[in-house]
């Protein structure tokens, strides 16, 4: 069982900066991808940024070129810097953890953190 635990969350206005750190109870090297989610009142949950173990960082579109996604094995946190926020980027993030055991992947939850960008 990994924990995720969110913090960083809070109100910003338009053209702001915001940085979201998930902390995993466990040694995130043996977590196969970790990524940031985010939920807007009415709408799906949708994937913001992910991070394989190995690999390349994959982003959603609306977020390219201002969200950037880093993992630390040091610390087992996995962070999202948020720049240049727009309104439409007001959600709860929750962070994800999929990890493989076998042939099964598990995949973990944060409780979220709110992000509010608003003038």
């Known amino acids: 069982q990994v924990q995720l635990v969110e913090s960083g969350g809070g109100l910003v206005q338009p053209g702001g900066s915001l940085r979201l750190s998930c902390a995993a109870s466990?040694?995130?090297?043996?977590?196969?991808?970790m990524g940031w989610y985010r939920q807007a009142p009415g709408k799906q949950r949708e994937l913001v940024a992910a991070a394989p173990r190995w690999g390349s960082r994959n982003y959603a579109d609306s977020v390219k070129g201002r969200f950037t996604i880093s993992r630390d094995t040091a610390k087992n946190t996995v962070d999202l810097q948020m720049n240049s926020l727009k309104p439409e980027d007001t959600a709860v993030y929750y962070c994800k953890a999929e990890k493989v055991v076998g042939t099964m992947t598990d995949n973990y939850w944060g409780q979220g953190t709110q992000v509010t960008v608003s003038s």
């Open positions: 466990e040694n995130i090297f043996l977590i196969s991808v």
